[in-house]
């Protein structure tokens, strides 16, 4: 018995965005999906160059350390990016997640970076093996906000890592084992925002094949509102023998979906000239004469050569039997679901599902040939004001978000270290993309962090947060008290070659003690009388005494002297 993998990809550009900024591939032993960011073209370019970047992983040795592989593959995209960025000014600000599994057979390797997400559905439970790199899952993260918060906080779009070309690429690297019956699925956040971990979970188990898994998920995100592009790939690992005559149908072309299918600017073109991995892929993952109704690999589902008829395989029937275990019956059959509302009589895909060019429009749906409008024809000047409103609404919604974000944290304040002194900050302790998002609001230079206790100077450095201005700023004057008492406890005294400290400070009399008592005191009502030198010893001339100089710490306040005790 082997493992093998069954796969099926969808895309779909939303009922909200103007095109498809997302690109998804899934092959025989790659499945990944880019979540394009920077409005106009810029997110689509981005997406389909870090998945053409990766596509090579495809055709790797399999006995090659995966976790090196994909972090290569990522610095290589990330690079990639960078080179572009480079090339064209014009796509500054672009970029895209990325999270991809690598599988050997017998294990997947599974890089992540951004938002998009990687589910495994085992034994009836389905469980998030990514985690968001965005703003709101760090204030989860570290307790600030709970995950219900955060999925209606209103930056919870706004990431902390991706491939942007800026920089090193920091991605998440891990290995899974893998069991006969696992089913991975890996999605862009236009699946996962409107569609509940609960939908998912029940939506997943409830059918056997991927492809009309696939169907049902684009549809509930559609009904969810449909707010984004939504891309998703599901994967089944199905234990397979020799004698099983469907084992050689699992072997399939790849699949490309989104973005990286349709070419330039969303201009359909015919992938299969492309000179570049991704174009190749797509040519091989749009054969000529698919079954309608396919999903992912055609070879072998019904109708194709060498394939199974109706009753087995996957022409206008349904989804028939796709192994000896797992897929008995086919989709659309009594029993089982119908094709979702959109897809066609046949249950014709949407928009990417593999379907081959010029028999779909750019929906994904059959459109006649008398209603198309060559592209030579199309009014140059009608596309450019389109694309220029487009990308003002972007940059606005864009730079909408990005001020509020900075406003929210410019209401925040800490106490910190600047320059070796006490300062109060406004904002947040954090980087985003090289921007730092705090700034001094106030300097208390007398503070110096010499002066203060060892923990204290701890304390600063980790910064103290507080809950107002006002808070952060009475927390800078305590530090700024201590510091004055400690810097006083270390100035010299007036006797010389003493030095005052702690130990000294309370060692000497305090304010308010009692002179010592001189040696010899008078009897009352008797004179003194003067000590005459005696007969028979000579007077000797006695030199004055110097004058006492008093030594110890200076005097210090009531207060003071409370804090004294700190200072080591």
């Not at 690297?173 to 409107?194: N, Q, T």
């Not at 010499?450 to 923990?455: H, T």
């Amino acid at each position: 018995m082997s493992l093998v993998l069954r796969f099926a990809a969808g895309s779909h550009k939303g009922l909200i965005r103007e095109g498809n900024e997302d690109s998804g591939y899934a092959g025989p032993r790659l499945l990944a999906v880019a979540d394009g960011m920077g409005g106009a073209a810029a997110g689509e370019v981005a997406s389909s160059e870090a998945l053409s970047a990766i596509i090579a992983l495809d055709e790797s040795d399999p006995n090659a350390d995966l976790l090196t592989l994909l972090n290569d593959a990522v610095q290589g995209a990330n690079d990639r990016l960078r080179l572009m960025v480079e090339q064209d000014p014009q796509l500054e600000g672009m970029g895209c997640t990325l999270t991809a599994l690598l599988w050997t057979g017998e294990r997947m390797g599974l890089v992540h970076v951004g938002d998009s997400r990687a589910y495994l559905l085992r034994d009836g439970s389905l469980s998030q093996i990514t985690q968001d790199h965005t703003w709101v899952q760090r204030l989860v993260d570290e307790g600030r906000i709970t995950a219900e918060e955060a999925e209606t906080h209103p930056q919870r779009s706004l990431l902390m890592r991706a491939l942007d070309g800026r920089g090193q690429v920091e991605p998440d690297l891990s290995i899974r084992e893998v069991r006969a019956g696992d089913r991975y699925l890996i999605c862009s956040d236009g699946l996962s925002g409107p569609v509940s971990h609960q939908t998912l979970e029940e939506t997943l188990g409830s059918f056997y094949a991927p492809e009309p898994t696939i169907q049902e998920l684009i549809q509930l995100a559609l009904r969810g509102g449909g707010p984004d592009n939504i891309t998703c790939i599901v994967a089944d690992v199905l234990d397979v023998g020799p004698s099983d005559t469907l084992s050689g149908q699992f072997v399939a072309t790849p699949v490309v979906v989104g973005a990286v299918a349709e070419g330039p600017h969303g201009t359909a073109l015919d992938n299969a000239i492309i000179d570049t991995p991704a174009g190749r892929a797509a040519g091989l993952g749009r054969p000529q004469q698919p079954p309608q109704g396919a999903f992912g690999p055609a070879d072998g589902y019904g109708g194709a050569p060498g394939g199974f008829g109706p009753a087995q395989g996957y022409g206008e029937a349904g989804y028939g039997e796709a192994s000896s275990e797992g897929y008995q019956e086919g989709y659309g059959q009594p029993g089982y679901p119908q094709a979702p509302e959109g897809y066609g009589p046949a249950g014709h895909p949407a928009e990417g599902f593999g379907a081959p060019e010029g028999e779909y429009d750019a929906e994904g749906y059959r459109a006649a040939e008398e209603y198309r409008t060559p592209p030579a024809e199309q009014p140059r000047k009608r596309r450019w004001f389109r694309r220029s409103a487009i990308t003002a609404v972007a940059i606005g919604l864009v730079g909408g978000a990005a001020y509020a974000g900075y406003q929210w944290t410019q209401g925040q304040y800490y106490v910190g270290d600047h320059d070796g002194h006490v300062a109060v900050y406004q904002g947040v302790n954090q980087n985003l993309a090289g921007l730092n998002l705090s700034s001094v609001h106030q300097d208390f230079p007398d503070a110096t962090l010499a002066d203060l206790p060892a923990y204290q100077q701890s304390q600063v450095k980790n910064t103290v947060s507080a809950n107002s201005l006002d808070a952060a700023t009475q927390r800078a004057r305590d530090f700024e008290a201590q510091a004055s008492v400690c810097h006083k406890l270390k100035q010299p005294t007036t006797a010389p070659g003493a030095t005052a400290t702690s130990a000294s400070y309370h060692a000497s009399p305090k304010v308010g003690a009692s002179p010592a008592a001189p040696s010899a005191t008078a009897t009352p009502g008797q004179p003194t009388q003067p000590s005459s030198p005696s007969p028979s010893t000579p007077a000797q001339s006695t030199p004055p005494a110097a004058p006492s100089t008093p030594a110890g710490p200076p005097p210090l306040t009531a207060d003071e002297q409370k804090l004294a005790g700190n200072c080591s």
